[in-house]
């Protein structure tokens, strides 16, 4: 079949004004200069134009805006349209989005994750705007021989209001591409934003993903592709001793069988043989170094060694004064742990990968398209400029396709080296997702709070015991919500270490990754502090933030109590509880209403209120905190990854359950006025609600939760009956 080349310069921006298309955008610099040079390796230049790569104005009138990150849900393609929509003074309705090609030359590293996206690209896409509305301006001034100070844009017009004239970007477009771009073009006040900050910024996904035209992996149909499955070792860190494939081979339109390094790929015409394929082969794994382990026993090593029965090494990240000094009286002590957790989108893992000889095309839904490229060269033996990846939408990740080493593309590689030069679609069963990782890691806290006379922190000895997330260590997720926290503001005495287990059982960033857990410990600490103290946790938490100088905090938790009603009553058998986190730059308050149902919480209403910076998109702000207030009770509710020797336990939504619509409470999210650059909205929503769902149920019965999650199995709730 005919070899497939990249197309970027007909699919993306046609040239700098080829069919009357101008190319506006801001050149990229990015710190991460060895990457970037592995990425240029073999690559294209820039597209030429004017200014760059993010901006075409069509002939017809419409403004393409070029998306370098990746849509997985979260409407990243929509905030960054709408900042260069902005400056651009752009028609909202006639501006449509298009996925970049993975191009370090012209978009710089291009990974999506961290809540950062939106933070990253402030100043960078709005720049973008801004220079080319400048371009129209002084293209129209000279047509009209007036100062471009007298002129007016609108909605993609260009207007003169003493003489009555105007134009269309489309009658500028070939005098606009004529003139250079300002270096230091003037930015809009935001208070003179007319899009951003309002409703009319929504997504523009809704009707291909509600016509099922939106193309994901699965979508991806070529000719003469095969379909491949790998079947995995059982247990982490077992390796494959042998297989007899005769049975799979004798399973029509089964293609090859042949061994690669993460287990047996089985490769056929289609889906349905490669399972039966699969299914039939005879495998032996050697695991004398696998994990055997339950996590149950994990679980008490974890604890062992916090409580320093176990010695395992450790690194401090917060410390000051002198424990052997403290003159502390009242001692709180308390653990928390946490299990593995599974990412489980709706779209379990899938790639499509063609080679051919040093070129490789790929279409994935991939988190760091620019790692992948440079990770799928290597399998290929082939340089990252020869790596064309078309990076598609995702039916969701919450970061399991952002692992750091891209696992599923290298497996897509390595089976696509061996097809001939067809194209090979790779696919993960929601079995083989949940039952092959990457996981939330499982974490162990343990905390010793010696208290002052007025119930507030002297001394704080904090011990977190986690894998690492990253191959390096100590690695700051593990930590983060932790160190730096404002509760810490009245202790003279702290030492804050973290342990990091060599456990085989792989790990990567899971959604709001560290806060995941940190927020849970530390909120639900406060509150148990300020219940022992007899003070009331919102007044608590307030001496503290003032204290500590958080006024953000500070106004977040005094808008929460508000909203939410803090401190009215509520109906007996009902409690409130509340969590205040910070995370990726924004502050989430967050208060629930639950009631116990026998032993099962019921929550019915949560309040959010968040300060995010300016707000880009206030509908999709509130979609990002219903969704993630899902997503974060889902895993408090049900979510834990259990091993029995050494073999998963979940394999599916029924043994791996998630929240169900009539669990979903009634969310109400409250957006704080602000004029600071935006921050993180993907993630931040998550870690406040496990919290305050916690401190609603130590109100309602006493009792701290001690580990989650709060239902197991046979629906148990997670209480410990004994205080500290």
């Given at each position: 079949?005919?070899r497939?080349?990249?197309?970027?310069?007909?699919m993306?921006?046609?040239?700098?004004l080829?069919?009357?298309a101008?190319?506006?955008?801001?050149?990229?610099?990015?710190?991460?200069?060895?990457?970037?040079?592995?990425?240029?390796?073999?690559?294209?230049?820039?597209?030429?134009?004017?200014?760059?790569?993010?901006?075409?104005?069509?002939?017809?009138?419409?403004?393409t805006?070029?998306?370098?990150?990746?849509?997985?849900?979260?409407?990243?393609h929509?905030a960054?349209?709408?900042?260069?929509?902005?400056?651009?003074?752009?028609?909202w309705?006639?501006?449509?989005?298009?996925?970049?090609?993975?191009?370090?030359t012209?978009?710089?590293?291009?990974?999506?994750?961290?809540?950062?996206?939106?933070?990253?690209?402030?100043?960078?896409?709005?720049?973008?705007?801004?220079?080319?509305?400048?371009?129209?301006?002084n293209?129209?001034?000279?047509r009209?021989?007036?100062p471009?100070?007298?002129?007016?844009v609108?909605?993609?017009?260009?207007?003169?209001?003493?003489?009555?004239?105007?134009?269309?970007?489309?009658?500028?477009?070939?005098?606009a591409?004529?003139?250079?771009?300002?270096?230091?073009?003037?930015?809009?006040?935001?208070m003179?934003?007319?899009?951003i900050?309002?409703?009319?910024?929504?997504?523009?996904d809704?009707?291909?993903?509600?016509?099922?035209?939106?193309?994901?992996?699965?979508?991806?149909?070529?000719?003469?592709?095969?379909?491949?499955?790998?079947a995995?070792s059982?247990?982490?860190g077992?390796?494959?001793?042998g297989?007899?494939?005769?049975?799979?081979?004798?399973?029509?339109?089964?293609?090859?069988?042949?061994?690669?390094?993460?287990?047996?790929?089985?490769v056929?015409?289609?889906?349905?043989?490669?399972?039966?394929?699969?299914?039939?082969?005879?495998l032996?794994?050697?695991?004398?170094?696998?994990?055997?382990r339950?996590?149950?026993e994990?679980?008490?090593?974890?604890?062992?060694?916090?409580?320093?029965l176990?010695?395992?090494?450790?690194?401090?990240?917060?410390?000051?004064?002198?424990?052997?000094?403290s003159?502390?009286?009242?001692?709180?002590?308390?653990?928390?742990?946490?299990?593995?957790?599974?990412?489980?989108?709706?779209?379990?893992?899938?790639?499509v990968?063609?080679?051919?000889?040093?070129?490789?095309?790929?279409?994935?839904?991939?988190?760091?398209?620019?790692?992948?490229?440079?990770?799928?060269?290597?399998?290929?033996?082939?340089?990252?400029?020869?790596?064309?990846?078309?990076?598609?939408?995702?039916?969701?990740?919450?970061?399991?396709?952002?692992?750091?080493?891209?696992?599923?593309?290298?497996?897509c590689?390595?089976?696509?080296?061996?097809?001939?030069?067809?194209?090979?679609?790779?696919?993960?069963?929601?079995?083989?997702?949940?039952?092959?990782?990457?996981?939330r890691?499982?974490?162990?806290?343990?905390?010793?709070?010696?208290?002052?006379p007025?119930?507030?922190?002297?001394?704080?000895r904090?011990h977190?015991?986690?894998?690492?997330?990253?191959?390096?260590?100590?690695?700051?997720?593990?930590?983060e919500?932790?160190?730096?926290?404002?509760?810490?503001?009245?202790?003279?005495?702290?030492?804050?270490?973290?342990?990091t287990?060599?456990?085989?059982?792989?790990?990567s960033?899971?959604?709001?990754?560290?806060?995941?857990?940190?927020?849970?410990?530390?909120?639900?600490?406060?509150?148990?502090?300020?219940?022992?103290?007899?003070?009331?946790?919102?007044?608590?938490?307030?001496?503290?933030?003032?204290?500590?100088?958080?006024?953000?905090?500070?106004?977040?938790?005094?808008?929460?109590?508000?909203?939410?009603?803090?401190?009215?009553?509520?109906?007996?058998?009902?409690?409130?509880?509340?969590?205040?986190h910070?995370?990726f730059?924004?502050?989430?308050?967050?208060?629930?209403?639950?009631?116990?149902?026998?032993?099962?919480?019921?929550?019915?209403?949560?309040?959010?209120?968040?300060?995010?910076?300016?707000?880009?998109?206030?509908?999709?702000?509130?979609?990002?905190?219903?969704g993630?207030?899902?997503?974060?009770?889902?895993?408090?509710m049900?979510?834990?990854?259990?091993?029995?020797?050494g073999?998963?336990?979940?394999?599916?939504?029924?043994?791996?359950?998630?929240l169900?619509?009539?669990?979903?409470?009634v969310?109400?999210?409250?957006?704080?006025p602000?004029?600071?650059?935006?921050?993180?909205?993907?993630?931040?929503?998550?870690?406040?609600?496990?919290?305050?769902?916690?401190?609603?149920?130590?109100?309602?019965?006493?009792?701290?939760?001690?580990?989650?999650?709060?239902?197991?199995g046979?629906?148990?709730i997670?209480?410990?009956?004994?205080t500290?």
């Amino acid at each position: 079949m005919p070899r497939m080349k990249m197309t970027r310069r007909k699919m993306i921006l046609g040239g700098t004004l080829a069919g009357g298309a101008l190319v506006v955008g801001y050149t990229v610099t990015h710190p991460l200069e060895v990457l970037g040079a592995a990425l240029t390796a073999g690559g294209t230049e820039a597209e030429p134009g004017p200014f760059g790569p993010y901006i075409r104005v069509e002939p017809d009138g419409w403004v393409t805006i070029v998306n370098p990150q990746q849509e997985m849900g979260q409407g990243i393609h929509a905030a960054l349209a709408a900042m260069i929509a902005e400056e651009l003074d752009a028609d909202w309705d006639r501006v449509r989005i298009v996925t970049a090609p993975v191009d370090f030359t012209r978009f710089g590293v291009q990974a999506t994750g961290g809540s950062n996206n939106v933070a990253s690209h402030w100043d960078r896409l709005r720049q973008t705007g801004a220079a080319a509305r400048a371009m129209f301006v002084n293209a129209a001034a000279l047509r009209w021989q007036v100062p471009p100070r007298h002129l007016a844009v609108q909605d993609g017009i260009v207007s003169h209001a003493a003489s009555g004239r105007s134009a269309t970007f489309v009658d500028l477009l070939v005098d606009a591409a004529r003139q250079t771009p300002p270096q230091q073009p003037v930015l809009k006040h935001p208070m003179d934003y007319r899009l951003i900050g309002t409703d009319r910024v929504r997504r523009k996904d809704c009707l291909p993903k509600s016509t099922g035209q939106q193309v994901y992996t699965q979508d991806i149909h070529l000719p003469g592709i095969l379909v491949a499955m790998v079947a995995h070792s059982p247990r982490f860190g077992g390796r494959l001793a042998g297989f007899d494939d005769r049975a799979a081979r004798e399973v029509p339109d089964i293609v090859d069988v042949f061994a690669i390094e993460t287990g047996v790929a089985v490769v056929a015409r289609n889906t349905f043989a490669a399972i039966r394929g699969r299914e039939a082969l005879s495998l032996r794994w050697d695991d004398s170094a696998a994990e055997t382990r339950s996590s149950a026993e994990i679980a008490d090593w974890y604890r062992a060694v916090a409580e320093g029965l176990e010695e395992l090494d450790f690194d401090r990240f917060e410390e000051r004064g002198d424990f052997q000094q403290s003159q502390a009286g009242d001692i709180f002590k308390t653990t928390l742990d946490f299990p593995w957790l599974a990412h489980a989108p709706m779209e379990p893992l899938d790639c499509v990968a063609q080679v051919d000889g040093w070129d490789v095309n790929i279409w994935s839904g991939c988190h760091n398209a620019s790692i992948d490229q440079v990770h799928a060269a290597l399998s290929a033996h082939t340089i990252p400029g020869r790596v064309n990846l078309h990076v598609l939408a995702a039916g969701g990740s919450f970061g399991r396709r952002g692992v750091v080493w891209g696992d599923y593309v290298v497996e897509c590689m390595r089976i696509a080296r061996r097809t001939g030069g067809r194209p090979v679609k790779l696919m993960w069963t929601r079995e083989d997702e949940m039952a092959a990782g990457y996981y939330r890691p499982m974490v162990h806290h343990r905390a010793t709070i010696a208290l002052r006379p007025d119930g507030y922190p002297a001394d704080w000895r904090h011990h977190i015991v986690s894998q690492g997330l990253l191959p390096v260590g100590p690695n700051a997720q593990n930590y983060e919500g932790v160190a730096g926290s404002p509760y810490f503001v009245t202790a003279q005495v702290l030492d804050c270490r973290i342990s990091t287990p060599d456990v085989p059982v792989p790990v990567s960033f899971w959604r709001s990754v560290g806060h995941s857990h940190t927020a849970m410990a530390m909120e639900h600490i406060i509150d148990q502090l300020a219940r022992r103290a007899g003070h009331d946790p919102a007044e608590y938490r307030r001496v503290l933030y003032r204290a500590a100088g958080t006024t953000r905090r500070l106004a977040v938790l005094d808008e929460l109590c508000d909203r939410a009603g803090w401190g009215t009553p509520l109906e007996p058998g009902w409690a409130r509880g509340m969590a205040v986190h910070e995370s990726f730059g924004t502050i989430v308050g967050q208060m629930a209403e639950v009631r116990l149902e026998g032993t099962r919480p019921i929550v019915r209403r949560v309040t959010a209120v968040v300060d995010c910076g300016i707000a880009i998109s206030p509908d999709q702000i509130a979609a990002q905190v219903e969704g993630s207030i899902g997503f974060g009770l889902s895993a408090a509710m049900y979510g834990a990854v259990t091993l029995q020797d050494g073999i998963v336990q979940q394999t599916n939504f029924d043994t791996y359950p998630v929240l169900r619509m009539n669990e979903m409470p009634v969310v109400e999210t409250h957006i704080m006025p602000s004029t600071n650059p935006p921050s993180g909205m993907g993630e931040p929503g998550v870690a406040p609600i496990a919290p305050a769902v916690a401190n609603a149920l130590f109100a309602l019965t006493g009792r701290p939760t001690r580990r989650l999650p709060f239902l197991t199995g046979t629906h148990a709730i997670q209480l410990d009956i004994t205080t500290a």
